[in-house]
């Protein structure tokens, strides 16, 4: 059964960047047709996709926030990353990971990231 | 960017009954939409994909339908269980893949 946890520091400082791991257990991730997504949910609001990643590396983001992310994957670990850089407590959140056909077919529990001096 | 909205953002319905809820695209996502169930604390949870195909473990008193702009997600036999908030997302057009604002179901 595919599973997916997040995991990174619960705080972060405004204008430092925000860094959060995915490790997916229960298969491989090396798997051609799924992508690996990273979503958001702001306390009291709704989804927001912030961008997925191929195992081969192909990225796609959100437009919205395309000059601050990065996501990278590491297929030794099993794991893919989250980078945001010069947060702002606009980006206090829920952060999901998810295997990503286009939809989100599973989805990990999520990790709160809070965004304060 | 393609923009999903959701109606009602609120619905009330009893225990027993049946809640129908709608989302819009502002353009053509043929049948590329997904619904998913929320509950308080947890992670969304997939319902449906390609528009009408319920995804494993859904029960059959969940069912979806539309295409283009136009989708329904139809909850019958409400239990309270299922009081939640529901998101429909595109993914015709991306990215970005977009999610509805969301409709919040409460069974009283």
């Known amino acids: 059964q595919l599973r997916l946890q997040e995991s990174g520091p619960g705080l972060v400082k405004p204008s430092e960047t925000l860094s959060l791991t995915c490790t997916v257990s229960?298969?491989?991730?090396?798997?051609?047709?799924?992508?690996w997504g990273w979503i958001r949910q702001p306390p009291g609001k709704g989804l927001e996709w912030i961008g997925s990643?191929?195992?081969?590396?192909?990225?796609y983001y959100s437009p919205s926030l395309k000059s601050r992310v990065t996501i990278s994957v590491d297929t030794s670990k099993n794991q893919f990353s989250l980078s945001l850089s010069s947060v702002t407590a606009a980006d206090t959140a829920v952060y999901y990971c998810?295997?990503?056909?286009?939809?989100?077919?599973?989805w990990g529990k999520g990790t709160t990231v809070t965004v304060s001096s | 960017e393609i923009e999903m909205t959701q109606s009602p953002v609120t619905l009330s319905v009893s225990p027993g009954g049946r809640a129908t809820l709608s989302c819009r695209a502002s353009?053509?996502?043929?049948?590329?939409s997904a619904w998913y169930q929320q509950k308080p604390g947890q992670a969304p949870r997939l319902l449906f994909y390609?528009?009408?195909i319920r995804a494993t473990g859904i029960p059959g008193r969940f069912s979806a339908s539309g295409s283009g702009t136009e989708f329904t997600l139809t909850i019958s036999s409400l239990q309270s269980e299922d009081s939640a908030i529901y998101y429909c997302?595109?993914?015709?057009?991306?990215?970005?893949?977009?999610f509805g604002q969301g409709t919040k179901l409460e069974i009283k």
């Open positions: 998810a295997e990503n056909y286009y939809y989100m077919a599973v």
């Open positions: 229960g298969d491989s991730i090396n798997r051609t047709n799924d992508y």
């Open positions: 990643i191929h195992y081969t590396g192909t990225t």
């Open positions: 353009q053509s996502v043929n049948r590329n």
């Open positions: 390609g528009a009408s």
């Open positions: 997302q595109q993914y015709d057009n991306w990215p970005p893949y977009t």
